[in-house]
């Protein structure tokens, strides 16, 4: 099965800076990687994601970058805010999985005033 | 995200017991899933469900059951609870083309004593 490991698991950032999550996985046929954020006592909730024809993809202060050949892909946060601080988890789906999910063990991202 | 429905939000038992955990959605997805999230470990796959009375196991999935008679819910038994079955458990769901990915409910935290 697919394995997805996550880096690095905490981070902490001064406000305004840039932060940066990378993710890598086990199987090439993966073809769908999501990340989701989740506050304190929430639920996780999707962010941004990718899909495995495209290299980059931005919303706004957030961008996900794939790299196929190396089996890896990174969450970009510019302009770092107090409100990002939360644990950040990838995942990755293989081509034909079910919609199944292997998720990363989560980043905690800490945005320092 | 109130379409997707957990309960209870939180639950004490002893270890032995049986505990069913439900989960509702409101938008007739087609997928649902049951992880459980642990400090270290992220979330990890339990069971998952791509329709009604189709089900499958993910990562760990010893000592859970699972039915899915009906669309929308998909119940999570623990037969026999069990101290290291203390965690927090999402419910999930998505479409058949993952076009927003997965939402999640709000979570159940079970507490085995």
């Known amino acids: 099965g697919e394995n997805v490991e996550q880096h690095p698991s905490t981070l902490s950032v001064q406000e305004g800076d840039s932060a940066v999550i990378k993710c890598t996985y086990s199987d090439s046929a993966s073809n769908y990687f999501p990340w989701y954020k989740q506050e304190l006592g929430k639920r996780p909730q999707l962010i941004i994601d990718i899909r495995s024809n495209v290299g980059e993809k931005k919303d706004q202060r957030i961008a996900v970058t794939l790299n196929k050949t190396a089996k890896h892909f990174s969450l970009h946060i510019t302009e770092t805010q107090p409100e990002d601080s939360a644990v950040y988890f990838c995942?990755?789906?293989?081509?034909?999985?079910?919609?199944?999910?292997?998720f990363g063990t989560g980043t905690q991202l800490k945005v320092e005033l | 995200d109130a379409g997707i429905t957990q309960s209870p939000r939180y639950k004490i038992t002893e270890t032995g017991r049986q505990v069913t955990l439900m989960c509702h959605q409101t938008w007739s997805h087609s997928y649902m899933f049951w992880y459980r999230q642990d400090l270290g470990h992220g979330l990890r796959l339990i069971y998952y469900s791509a329709a009604a009375d189709i089900t499958d196991k993910g990562e760990v999935p010893d000592g859970y059951v699972v039915s899915r008679s009906k669309t929308e819910n998909f119940p999570l038994t623990l037969e026999s609870a069990t101290r290291s079955q203390t965690s927090v458990y999402f419910c999930?769901?998505?479409?058949?083309?993952?076009?927003?990915?997965?939402?999640f409910g709000s979570g159940t935290r079970l507490t085995v004593v």
């Open positions: 999930a769901s998505s479409e058949q083309g993952l076009i927003y990915g997965y939402t």
């Open positions: 995942a990755a789906k293989l081509t034909g999985g079910g919609n199944k999910l292997t």
